[in-house]
């Protein structure tokens, strides 16, 4: 049911600033004022009180492409009331142009912002006159990634002051103006560009992002982890010896919440706030977007493109929301991503957990080859169901991103979202994973899962022991943390060969829950049931492999 209040829809091309904007007059934090393609995969709306109005803001428009994205943003024009749109003063010509074509806005009130104020020539505001004249709507020239309460004013009376456009063909709004073309600001070029260096670039930054906070998180739970046991856990356990016994088994037990949860938040806690960090300096410095324009030749030989790196990146935050990102992807090549995501992005938790047990097995150097064989055999998976990506499957990514500093309030919102995340979901269902495997154990359920699995982990050459393990990192990958029960106790006993293969099999022969139940929202059952099988044929197979060689 529409809203009573006018619908200002946000439209523009990708990466304008449609999303900054948004932030900047509503003041919600939607943390979307990234500095890469597709951040915005839905709809999102907010009352802004000082306008009497809803403002919206929507994905941005890819020309000749399938993606839902894309598709959504146009369907949101039917119940625009008011369309701002938002167009780069660095490519405002162009873009300006490409909307007028593109979309029907001749019986809809309408008002212009032209954004990147602090990279555009002198010729802007010249050229903001003549769309005034031209096009008869209001157009405002803002920075909208520091968008000040001035700034913020004149959008609003912009807004306010919308008007029907005047009919002028998108190539005539500018034709008497020489050298408006010629004013386009372009990004800085770098190696990223060159054909020969900037794909291996690219793969050398998006390695370092991950590889570099994963070494500080394991350095710091490492050099934590004894003062905890000594100073809290040893103490609190000593302690719990007068509790009723089961709420020892629960809290202070094998899987008990306090002596096994607080290992989720040593390994984990850590890996969250430096990977989310790391990812959000590459998206607001623009590195992001480079690497995935440098490597999308090389991705279009397993199936995907240069944009759907970008939900495969994400994936190692959370793989849920990457999910969701996909929605930016191509009909062609969504499934093929989603099918990387659940195979090769290790999520932060996951990482956690991953680091947490080849710590406590005394061989953390498997940490590395673990993530680098997650990367190539989901490469490898990929390409097996999938195949290879035509040239016109999807359009190549051409066009550069700018690079530039980050702003401190895009770096702060997209860390106090991820501890948000982490604190409030993450733990909590970590720590009934916890009560559960410890009262599953407590009654005897947990030996005899145990004892019906272990033959089929003897294929791996595993003990049976260790089917908890892959049992709750289905439920959630962090479920791994399972297996430091007892002190650590099982994978100490186990050769290094052992461990690696564990770690293996349990994330990657299916994604957890949680992401499977997004898929089958985002894509059905059928095709939910179709990568999780293909996911776990591959996982049993390169488990199986690498068995015979550790």
Known sequence: MKTTLPQVMLTGLESVGKSALFRGL??????DEANFRGSTVICRKCR????????????GIRLNDDAQTTRTALATLDEADVVLLVARGTHAVSEVETLLRELDLQQRRSALAITFQDKVPQQIEALAQVYRERLGIPVVVVNARVLNDEGRDRVL????????MKAVPPSGVTEPIRGLRQAEVQPQTTLFESKIVGPWLALACMALTFALPVYVAYVFASWAQPLVDELAITPLKAFAQSWPQLAQVM???SYGAITLGWYSFLWAFPVVVLISLSVALAEETGLKDRITAALDPWLRRIGLSGRDLIP???GFGCNVVAVFQTRSCSKCTRSACISMIGFGSACSYQIGASLSIFGAAGHPSLFLPYLAALFAVGALHTRLWHGALAESGTQPLYERAFLQKPSLRGLTWRVNAALGQFLKQAMPIFIAICIVASLLEHFGVMDWFTAGVAPLLGLFHLPGEAAPGILFS???KDG??????GDGSLISSMSAGQVFVLVWLASTFTACLVTLWTVRRELGWKAATLIASRQAVTSLV?????SLFV
């Open 26 to 31: 509503t003041g919600h934090a939607t943390g």
């Open 48 to 59: 802004v009180v000082d306008c009497s109005c809803e403002v919206v803001d929507t994905p």
């Open 157 to 164: 009376a912009a807004i306010q002051s919308a008007a029907q």
């Open 251 to 253: 809290l202070t037990g």
């Open 312 to 314: 495969v990146l994400t």
């Open 474 to 476: 289905i439920l959630r």
């Open 480 to 485: 791994l943390l399972t297996l430091n029960s």
């Open 542 to 546: 390169s488990a199986w492999c690498i």
